[in-house]
T-cell receptor, first 113, second 115 residues
Framework: SQTIHQWPATLVQPVGSPLSLECTVE??????LYWYRQAAGRGLQLLFY??????ISSEVPQNLSASRPQDRQFILSSKKLLLSDSGFYLC????????????FGPGTRLTVL | QKEVEQNSGPLSVPEGAIASLNCTYS??????FFWYRQYSGKSPELIMF????GDKEDGRFTAQLNKASQYVSLLIRDSQPSDSATYLC???????????????FGGGTRVLVKP
């Protein structure tokens, strides 16, 4: 079956601490993968996307980075979190081969204190 | 800058009535249009997509696209309390797998269906 996982589900981190969020997918090879952020009361903003292993495109300059070490794994990282990094982080994928529909994972809610 | 605009609401609808949501977009190169439903605290769920001008129906949902006027709408017939959620409109230009497709989202319309 085709599924997308994210962990952790929730995270509370102090300012200046590092971050690592993970997204994994099952059931499809070589999917396009995306990281979005939804700040409180705001719309979804595309942060990074990847069309293959080691291929990362950044949409918004910030203190976040992304990596794709394996075909079905997408990681969002930061060396030092800012208060403004708080939000709902969503991984998405083009689940259906040849289709441009994007499906979202369950998300990670990050609070930076 | 590519923009997608939605009325933030809340759109209050009596149970059983039709909810009508609108979305306008600025990029004339947009080719694919999506509606997502997002319950509070949850991730967005894809409910409809439309590529061609006209109407597309799926159960109680109908998406309407007018590229000339640059708007896309969503109708929810026989609205139920379980339809209470925020509805997000998203658009993207022509999609090439090797380049990915970057969705631009509107801010969402909050819908409240009252019993």
């Amino acid at each position: 079956s085709q599924t997308i996982h994210q962990w952790p589900a929730t995270l509370v981190q102090p300012v200046g601490s590092p971050l690592s969020l993970e997204c994994t997918v099952e059931g499809t090879s070589n999917p396009n993968l995306y990281w979005y952020r939804q700040a409180a009361g705001r719309g979804l903003q595309l942060l990074f996307y990847s069309v293959g292993i080691g291929q990362i495109s950044s949409e918004v300059p910030q203190n976040l980075s992304a990596s794709r070490p394996q075909d079905r794994q997408f990681i969002l990282s930061s060396k030092k979190l800012l208060l403004s990094d708080s939000g709902f982080y969503l991984c998405a994928w083009n689940r259906d081969r040849g289709a441009d529909t994007q499906y979202f994972g369950p998300g990670t809610r990050l609070t930076v204190l | 800058q590519k923009e997608v605009e939605q009325n933030s609401g809340p759109l209050s609808v009596p149970e059983g009535a039709i909810a009508s949501l609108n979305c306008t977009y600025s990029d004339r190169g947009s080719q694919s249009f999506f509606w997502y439903r997002q319950y509070s605290g949850k991730s967005p769920e894809l409910i409809m997509f439309i590529y061609s001008n006209g109407d597309k129906e799926d159960g109680r949902f109908t998406a309407q696209l007018n590229k000339a006027s640059q708007y896309v709408s969503l109708l929810i017939r026989d609205s139920q309390p379980s339809d209470s959620a925020t509805y997000l409109c998203a658009v993207t230009a022509n999609w090439i797998k090797a380049a990915g497709n970057k969705l631009t989202f509107g801010g969402g319309t909050r819908v409240l269906v009252k019993p």
